[in-house]
């Protein structure tokens, strides 16, 4: 119904026009004919650069070819800006096919072709992007252009690399909402009751002196004081020590985080640290049981105690039972994720669609993680026993496990606020290395420490939403537009690998954060089939909230699905036909209008009644105005 | 991860049961009696009996007995328990009741999950049964435990089954015993394509003036045997000449109208050319003359659905039959774990099994056939399908181009007149495809070759469940509609899928057999269920497009309107059907989960809507009835319904979904918010 609507997609469009279409997904609101005004008049801006603030054009080539995988060789005019590499195709016909990529998303730049390359597009230039896909443009030999293109996009993507700062720094787009202020720390720990008998919040941390990896205010069990606290981090790989990440509202049964202990070969031991798991135990007046769920397999567990880690051994730690989730590391994820890439760009060989899903094992990471979280919530939830969740470091398959298992337990995470707020303290808050998984600004494109874990998670949220799809605020739209920005270098959300190293470098105040720009266009990423508790936000409790407070997903890879709409979007051949959505918006658009009106007709009816003298009519129930 | 499920309380252990128990039981279980149908009767049974819930530990059950009757396998609780009622309601057959012709593999087993051997139907009978598994024909698995049991009783009860389920002459099946009377209350809409009027009126309908109907095939010079008595042919194409032409076409499958465009194309179906020396000038010659019943002459496009000889076996082409039904095997056995064991098995592996059953690249294949024939129709091309006995591919692709194209077929009535015409009229073998026995006697099968079953109508119901899930708007029909019609495919109560060709139904008619139409879903199924069968969706859109034709002032009578689909064709584009092949697999199947929840808040706005447009009109004519209070009290509480809802198996939900929550909305009643409907644009 809608390929020529759909092909729009093909450009990613971070800025047809400045403030209303800064992500790939602008097009779903143009092929709705909810906004249909807004979508038809939109050519006039497609194609034209739209350069954000503070935003300058660094480098033009004209006569460039475009070699799209899908629509052929486009000829245009391509240009660099301290943000975007922007292609403009000459065609007017061909607009649809105008680029618009994030400097940020590229992964690294090669010369294809030399001075004696024949034939036709055989020069030019391959941009291989961390959001799986490679653009490759032709320039002509004659034109000495690729030179000057290939310098300034070197450069401008990999600003780090040649002592310049992030795009970033130089935005300062004023949005109605501060971002910033999502996310309180102290306000989230009070939201879930801490302080109270058992829990207590320590600054211990505040120069980020016991931790440097960790944010500056934790919740601790109140019984451990200070000095316990720095013996355990003594014993804590990097000084990761237990601390809260979430509490039961009924039960006090916790999930708490931590890095790897340092066993090593020789089996060491730290009557601290089993003291303080003890306390975290003690906490929980309804168990007298520990979970300690070790997020990696057995035996990477094991052959980490060669390098002074290793995991807690039952007979040191009583009462505590030691499980381990078998999700592997950060290699084998990138590794995965790369013949992902093969399989959905640029062609999909359809012979071998299944066989490469299976091969390259990213649901079965996917399943794995699900898995795990899930037996972290059926733990907490029906045997209201405490769990402490690990890896190596405690920053990558642990971020994973207790944001993903927060998500299931507590319904005000998936609310859009909530999920903010799960993202700032789960993953930012507690360090996980941003900077190092992505690379921003970087030209190592090689290296070993760039791993997609957080995408990963995405991905794992986009399974629950997929399976439960009543009990998300917002819609799998907001995942993509944070994964867009994850890349992109536009926010100064996911910049640096710390708190501390983001307070060093003044990030909040010399830069925007990505929920501004997204809390001021919440509209776009609501999910009108919402029937969460948030519903009931200021208004009386409607009957139709029916919370549903924990989510189980099942996983099964009979449900857990490839996400075509992230993976595979630059195909259009894979785009979503009509998406649901869209439909359901247009009736809930329906029916507010109706309600409108009928409030309208009833208050005339109501005047005329009333002027006539006549008594006006009983209201009949309080939904009727 | 689901294997610690939330216990049902009705659920209990009976592998402990104390034989001591058992005698004292048996008094009271041979009360239970199982619903018979007017000339149902019962032929076996068992008594205690326990029906083991699938993937659950393994002494999860129920108690009850367990009946054959010339119609059903039928299983009765000894208690009954609130979730019975919470799926779909047939009235025709229970919760645990399969008809007998649904029945596929059945299993003995030692009353353990494990170990099992295969029943073959008039085999041998070993001389303990302490278990049965049955695989149905819509891949729900069905186990059974005889242990407590009295002495031979599950023998018995194997042996009625194995006897009566696979019965050897047609006219044994239960439509034929089956005496309740049957008053039609077909809608008018509904095309049975049974008489020449009602081609007539179907090629009124397209306003294609070039073709012309032909009743010879209801005569004695009948050349295309299994098609019914009226064909529609080229204007200029006398009979004669197609008798003549018939001799070089399999099965005198020569090319016949099937739909057409007021502008000219049409599309045609047609058998493969047989390899005689004068074949390949026979059909030029007919091409011809369909070249010439288009007002531009434009020469007609030949879609070779099998490939041909000329390009031997390209990609993308149709599998034989045989392939089909290999394929369709593997996907049953990926959908029919019996163990819970199994099921996580297959789920490591879970993208192999799928990609080795091929399954989803035949309905890739079907839907890209179908999308080519559509864009040269659209182009104004006239489009041949042609393909082996023209009864199988052809039909499936024929209907989904049509499907692609003709808003009037996705409607549930010309949905269903879709059927009609290219399954029922044109003959499609249900008997052979479906495995049942074909009418007449038993003796023709030395010369006529073995019946091929395969499930080319499943693989067209697939397909159309993909057109449903890339365009959610664009039918009125629902994936619950699609599933259960499967479901009612084996149920051989109604003659719908009962023969191969209309000729046969007409000789069975003749001895008495009642015809019953499976489109008269009253006949199964209460208001609240059909209502599950629309899809909320199609209401907005028909209405909409109601109000944008009103507002083009189009004229009504324009012929078919064209409004053309464009679906992906990739396999990478095709998902599997999860309601209809995964439905019983119970570990899936959590609350509040799937898109089934789409459908649920889908109706409850539309109904709201409905209830503000009432509103709205009543304050209009400033009506001073005070009696507006009664309307729109407090809506009822959310309904919680599971994935695969309605076929769930019963998960403790508090309440089931009333019919009015569910209710069908008309519409016709939206257009009353047309002045809004027209405001977003």
Known sequence: ?625 | MNEKKRLVQNFKSYINVSPKNNGEKNGSLQEVKPKLLNGELIVGAAHSVVMLTPLSERDRGRLGSLFVTNYKLSFVPLETSPNDEYCQQNYLLGTYDVPLTAVGAVWVTDGGPVKRRRLKPYGDMPGKVKGLQIVCKNMKVLIFSFANSPIDNGRKVAMALMHHAFPKRHDLLFAYEYKEPYYPTLPSELNMFQRPSDWKRELERCECVHWRITCINGTSDAFMLTAGETLIVPSSVLDYNLMETARHFRSGRVPVWVWGRPEGAALLRSGELLQTDQSASTESVLLEQVRRSHPKLTPPYVIYLCGNSYSGNASGVLPPLDALQASYKKLVELCTPTTLGGFWMQDSQYYSYLDSSRWLRHVASCIAFADDAAAHLADNVTTVLQEGDGVDYCAVVSCLTQLLLDPHCRTVAGFQSLVQKEWLALGHPFCDRLGLPRPGSSKETKDTPAAQTAPVFLLFLDCVWQLTQQFPAAFAFSETYLTTLWDCVHNHLFDTFLFNCPKDRELAVGRNLIQRPVWDWGEQFADADRALFHNPLFAVSSARAAVNAQRLSQTPNTGPRLDRLEPWCSVAAMELWSQCYERWLAPLDVPDSGPVQYQIHHNRTLREIKQLNEKLNSLSILSNRQSNGEESSEPPAAPVVSRFFPFSAGHGAPAAPDAMQLGHIDPMQLLDSQSLLNAPD
């Open chain 1, 1 to 625: 119904m809608d390929k020529h609507n759909s092909s729009e997609i093909l450009n990613s469009d971070f800025s047809l026009s400045k403030n209303a279409s800064s992500d790939s997904l602008d097009s779903d609101s143009k092929s709705s004919s909810l906004n249909s005004k807004h979508g038809q008049d939109s050519p006039h801006v497609l194609g034209d650069i739209q350069l954000l603030d503070n935003e300058k054009v660094m480098s033009v080539a004209r006569d460039v070819t475009y070699v799209c995988p899908f629509m052929g060789p486009i000829r245009g005019v391509l240009k660099v800006t301290n943000y975007q590499l922007h292609f403009r195709p000459l065609d007017a016909a061909a607009l649809q096919c105008t680029l618009s990529v994030p400097l940020g998303v590229v992964s690294r730049i090669e010369k294809v072709g030399g001075a004696s390359s024949k034939g036709e597009n055989s020069y030019g230039i391959e941009v291989f992007c961390k959001d799986m896909r490679n653009l490759r443009f032709a320039h002509k030999q004659e034109n000495h252009s690729r030179r000057s293109s290939f310098e300034k996009l070197q450069q401008l993507a990999f600003p780090l690399s040649h002592g310049l700062p992030l795009f970033a720094f130089s935005y300062s787009e004023h949005f109605p909402e501060d971002g910033w202020h999502v996310f309180e720390p102290i306000a989230e720990l009070r939201r879930m009751g801490v302080n109270n008998d058992m829990w207590r919040i320590t600054r211990i941390n505040d120069k980020y002196e016991v931790c440097d990896s960790y944010p500056a205010v934790w919740a601790v069990p109140a019984a451990a004081n200070d000095d316990l606290l720095r013996s355990v981090a003594a014993f804590r790989s990097r000084g990761r020590i237990p601390v809260l990440a979430w509490i039961h509202p009924s039960s006090q049964a916790t999930i708490t985080r931590c890095s790897q202990p340092l066993v090593g070969v020789s089996g060491k031991r730290s009557r601290e640290d089993e003291r303080y798991i003890q306390l975290i135990m003690d906490a929980n007046a309804q168990a007298h049981k520990l979970f300690i769920m070790d997020a990696r397999p057995s035996a990477n567990a094991i052959a980490n105690k060669a390098k002074g880690g290793g995991y807690e051994s039952e007979d040191a730690y009583q009462n505590a039972e030691l499980v381990f989730l078998d999700i592997h590391n950060i290699h084998v994820m990138r590794e995965s994720l790369r013949k992902l890439k093969e399989l959905c760009f640029p062609q999909i060989d359809p012979t071998r669609w299944f066989s490469g899903i299976e091969a390259s094992c990213w649901l079965k990471h996917i399943k794995c993680i699900l898995a795990g979280a899930v037996r972290i919530v059926d733990k907490v939830e029906n045997h209201k026993t405490s769990v402490l969740v690990h890896c190596s470091d405690g920053w990558d398959r642990t971020a994973q496990l207790t944001a993903l298992a927060m998500l299931m337990l507590d319904p005000y995470y998936r609310t859009l606020r909530g999920f903010e707020v799960l993202i700032e303290k789960e993953w930012l808050s507690f360090g996980h290395k941003f900077q190092l998984r992505i690379g921003h600004g970087d030209e190592r494109h090689s290296d070993a420490d760039r791993s997609p874990v957080f995408v990963q998670w995405v991905d794992c949220v986009w399974q629950l939403q997929q399976q439960f799809p009543t009990a998300f605020e917002f819609t799998e739209r907001l995942l993509i537009t944070i994964v867009d920005h994850l890349y992109s270098c536009r926010f100064g959300t996911f910049l640096f690998n710390t708190e501390r190293e983001r307070v060093k470098e003044e990030v909040k105040t010399k830069t925007v954060s990505l929920w501004s720009y997204i809390n001021s266009r919440q509209d776009l990423y609501l999910n009108p089939l919402y029937w969460g508790p948030s519903s009931f936000g200021t208004s009386p409790p409607s009957p139709y909230s029916r919370p549903q407070v924990v989510l189980v997903p099942v996983a099964s890879l009979r449900v857990i699905k490839l996400w075509k709409a992230l993976y595979c979007r630059w195909n259009p051949t894979m785009r979503q036909q009509d998406p649901i959505y869209q439909r359901t918006r247009e009736l809930v658009a329906l029916r507010a209008q109706l309600e409108a009106a009928a409030a309208a007709a009833a208050g005339d009816h109501a005047a005329r009644q009333h002027r006539l003298g006549l008594t006006p009519p009983r209201v009949a129930s309080p939904h009727q105005v």
